[in-house]
């Protein structure tokens, strides 16, 4: 059974100029211990779509689907409560953004422990402990004294980290990862892409990763959706992507690589287009 399966998610948001359809008829399905990449150009609906599944999207935006199911449960028709019992714990989420993603009036160790007593229910000194142990695990050097820190004490990839032990603080089956390293250090990147793949394999977790970054796909991902204005153009396992992709939008993407798709953006459609008819005209 598939742990998240999405089927014709559509996401409208209303705007002063009218009503915006970001997400348009998306599908998936993930398995306990897959990884997912979801992969496409700015503003291809990467974002919107699992913030929807999550529940995390503003009031502006109207969310339908034919089926949106995780481990067995309706999100569709559940409450914000019960929602709320679910998201943070059994599935979570890591965002492009360390810094921007903690808040900066309370130190990392209150973040993480308000977590383990919200969901889990654990004691102070309890909390603490685990709290530790999480550091510890997503490679944080003296993590007793580094609860005491506030987001602006850590730096981008320290932050990341305690992100990332926020988010497997209670062994979630599902972790959305949305461009975790992209606003990082180029070295540092690989150290966290490297830390998730090891907690994932650790965990058994479900992981989707949402990138810009071929790279990325290519060393993480078992299967792949490639995105494009709010439609999903192709999914794929990962070697049939690379060997043999079926859509235009895929070959052009595969085709502007090395050069243009390491960096931190895809390049456009219509970049591509640009380029290739440029090249021809040489
Ligand atoms: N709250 C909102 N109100 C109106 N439009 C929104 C809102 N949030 C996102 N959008 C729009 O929805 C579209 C999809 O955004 P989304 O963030 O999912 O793109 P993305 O593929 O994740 O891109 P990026 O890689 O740049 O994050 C974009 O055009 C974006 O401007």
């Known amino acids: 059974m598939a742990l998240l399966e999405i089927e014709n998610l559509v996401v409208e948001f209303q705007t002063s100029t009218g009503t915006f359809r970001a997400v348009d008829g998306v599908s998936m399905k ?138 497997i603080a209670c062994n979630p089956k599902l972790l959305i990862a949305d461009e975790p390293t992209t606003a990082l250090d180029v070295t540092i990147q690989k150290q966290i892409l490297d830390l998730l793949m090891r907690l994932q394999t650790e965990h058994g977790m479900g992981l989707i990763m949402i990138t810009h970054n071929m790279g990325v796909v290519a060393e993480t991902a078992d299967r792949v959706i490639v995105q494009y204005k709010g439609r999903k153009m192709e999914e794929a396992d990962v070697l049939s992507l690379f060997e043999a992709p079926k859509s235009d939008y895929t070959r052009a993407l595969l085709a502007a690589l090395p050069d243009n798709a390491t960096g931190d953006r895809l390049p456009t459609i219509g970049e591509i287009f640009k380029q290739t008819s440029e090249g021809a005209a040489q």
């Open 30 to 167: 993930v398995s306990a211990g897959e990884v997912l990449a979801i992969v496409g150009e700015s503003g291809s609906g990467k974002s919107v779509s699992m913030l929807a599944a999550m529940g995390l999207l503003p009031w502006t935006a109207k969310v339908t689907a034919d089926k949106l199911v995780f481990d067995g449960r309706n999100l569709l028709g559940m409450s914000g409560t019960e929602r709320r019992k679910i998201i943070g714990k059994d599935m979570s989420m890591i965002f492009q953004e360390p810094i921007a993603s903690l808040n900066p009036c309370f130190t990392v160790g209150f973040q993480i422990e308000e977590v383990l007593r919200i969901h889990l229910g654990l004691g102070k000194a309890e909390r603490r402990k685990r709290a530790i142990e999480l550091f510890d695990a997503v490679g944080i050097p003296n993590p007793a004294e580094r609860l005491g820190h506030f987001p602006h004490q850590m730096s981008g990839g320290q932050c990341q980290r305690v992100m990332i032990a926020i988010a």
